[in-house]
């Protein structure tokens, strides 16, 4: 690419990849409403609130790809997250058809599907179950990233982010787990595969005990390497297991499913 637009750069997520994404675009634009720190020498600075859709119109202009880890990631009030995760991903997409439909990647996430039980395996046709405010939210963006391809062509790719750290925290994350190495072959995959389209596709390394198929997703050709199994001694010996009635034993979005609604009074 060209450039390459990367929203929430300044977020947990968008830090790990900052330094690996040089090597996909000529230029790497950096936008965030935190502080992004000081430009590489192929990266420009753009901050931007989401919910600004002026100031999201000048951020797609001039990109060719779309690397979109912006918004709110946890539970909070429905006005943050409306602003963020949905207003601010319609101005996105807006943005985008005035652009010449850059390639998107859309950050998703397995809370679009906290409730299922920890014992059921799901394929991406399994009805959506979000766990909470932000779980709605990505649904939406889903639905709006999906009209947005039947409507105009716009491709993107869906991806329900498990939970991607250095290596685990918990023993739910032994299921849900991806790498840094692997979340960044499959950005490397989406924006260069032939043809994408508007798959869903489990953001979850090649873990023994993952819940989820991907097999609709193969045709891009991602094939993940690691395996939270590695981990599961040290997490043992760090941390105890949670009861078997815990959220976090029995539910696919762990805690999530107990959160409270976060009411704006």
């Not at 753009?46 to 539970?75: F, N, Q, R, T, W």
């Not at 397995?110 to 709605?136: A, C, K, W």
Request: aromatic share 10%.
């Amino acid at each position: 690419m060209k450039r390459m637009l990367v929203t929430g750069a300044a977020g947990g997520l968008g830090r790990a990849m900052r330094e690996r994404l040089g090597k996909m675009a000529d230029i790497v634009r950096l936008s965030d409403i935190a502080d992004l720190g000081d430009a590489a020498p192929n990266e420009e600075l753009m901050p931007c609130d989401l919910g600004d859709a002026d100031a999201v119109m000048a951020l797609v202009e001039g990109c060719d790809g779309i690397l979109h880890l912006g918004g709110i990631s946890v539970e909070d009030t429905f006005s943050k997250i409306l602003n963020a995760n949905i207003a601010g991903l319609y101005n996105l997409y807006e943005a985008a058809q005035a652009h010449g439909q850059p390639r998107i990647l859309f950050a998703s996430s397995n809370h679009t599907i906290g409730f299922y039980r920890q014992d059921e395996h799901i394929d991406t046709t399994s009805p959506m179950r979000p766990d909470g405010l932000y779980g709605v939210s990505k649904c939406f963006g889903e639905a709006l990233a999906r009209m947005y391809y039947e409507k105009f062509g716009q491709e993107t790719a869906l991806v329900r982010i498990g939970s991607c750290f250095e290596k685990p925290r918990n023993h739910r994350m032994l299921a849900t787990w991806m790498s840094f190495d692997d979340f960044e072959a499959l950005i490397g995959r989406v924006f260069h595969a032939p043809l994408l389209g508007c798959p869903i596709i489990w953001g979850v390394s090649d873990n023994d005990c993952s819940w989820w198929d991907n097999s609709a997703a193969a045709y891009l050709g991602w094939r993940p390497k690691d395996n939270a199994e590695i981990f599961r001694a040290e997490l043992d010996a760090a941390i105890p297991t949670p009861p078997k009635d815990d959220p976090a034993s029995l539910y696919q979005g762990g805690p999530f499913v107990a959160e409270p609604i976060h009411r704006d009074r």
